[in-house]
């Protein structure tokens, strides 16, 4: 009887520890929507606002290390799109991962439960 | 719009309420505080960088033709100046966002700003209403939970008799 209640303790333990390293993994991946979601925004901002311009009239530069760069207005448009693109694949894989973080979090604490209702039933048959 | 949405629909929350029992309360409660916490901090970035917009609006707004013979003091650090001389007065090259920088002239560089100070401030406006929603359940919420404790006090010593 002892050792059957110190096996559900263990098992619980080790439950109990999993279930708090999705819950860390959840934060980390709402964290990493929240970035790309902002990124997201700024990229089509500036999108946006390119596409407001004039190949003739306005000149494109592009800040790299600390020099600006000439860049022609066709390409930078391009290049933000695909940016756009990029970080769209990104978001839809985070969210995905959230899902099924959270559909893992579901089981472990059904889990958590069923042991606990097994560890008090033991106590109870003390 | 809202996850906890409003007095709009005061069937489905109000009821609610009374029937949440202290601990949901206080649950509900600290979610939106959290959520009110948030939206301060965005509206503190959005105040700050509407700020920034109105300052470079303000800015061109000060340039004005035959400027350009006229001698500035150019900031190299933040306590040391030189002379300089602005040598183009029409065109500016704006900031627009991940890296990319665009030539304007006056005139358009204007207006982005404009457009920028707009847009900052109807997303200060949406955010000012959502927040004052969100307090307002939160005050809600507050009343209900004193109703309870209140019940609950009375309702030990009525118990005991």
């Not at chain 1, 098992?11 to 993994?25: G, M, N, R, V």
């Not at chain 2, 960088?49 to 303000?58: I, M, Q, V, Y």
């Not at chain 2, 183009?88 to 900031?95: K, L, S, Y």
């Amino acid at each position: 009887m002892e050792a059957q209640a110190a096996q559900i303790q263990k098992k619980l333990q080790i439950e109990l520890d999993s279930f708090k390293a999705t819950q860390k993994d959840y934060s980390k991946m709402v964290q990493q929507r929240q970035l790309l979601d902002g990124q997201l925004n700024e990229n089509q901002n500036v999108l946006e606002e390119m596409n407001k311009l004039n190949e003739d009239k306005n000149n494109v530069y592009k800040l790299i290390g600390p020099i600006l760069v000439k860049q022609s207005l066709t390409e930078s448009k391009q290049n933000v799109s695909k940016r756009i693109d990029f970080i769209s694949k990104e978001l839809q894989k985070c969210n995905d991962r959230l899902v099924s973080i959270e559909k893992e979090q579901d089981k472990h604490r059904e889990n958590l439960t069923k042991l606990q209702q097994q560890l008090s039933l033991l106590s109870a048959m003390k | 719009m809202s996850t906890i949405s409003t007095t709009e629909q005061p069937q489905m929350q109000q009821i609610d309420l009374m029937k949440l029992n202290l601990q949901q309360l206080t649950q509900l409660k600290n979610q939106l505080d959290q959520e009110l916490t948030i939206f301060q901090d965005s509206l503190q970035t959005l105040k700050m960088a509407k700020g920034k917009f109105g300052a470079s609006k303000d800015a061109l707004e000060q340039f004005k033709e035959g400027d350009s013979k006229k001698t500035t003091l150019i900031p190299l650090t933040g306590s040391m100046y030189v002379p300089g001389r602005i040598k183009d007065i029409d065109n500016v090259i704006i900031d627009i966002g991940t890296g990319y920088y665009v030539e304007k002239d006056r005139d358009s560089a204007k207006d982005y700003f404009k457009r920028k100070v707009d847009f900052v401030s109807e997303q200060i406006d949406k955010i000012e209403v959502l927040g004052f929603e969100k307090s307002q359940i939160r005050d809600a919420i507050c009343e209900v939970m004193t109703i309870k404790i209140q019940q609950l006090k009375g309702s030990i010593p009525a118990q005991e008799s």
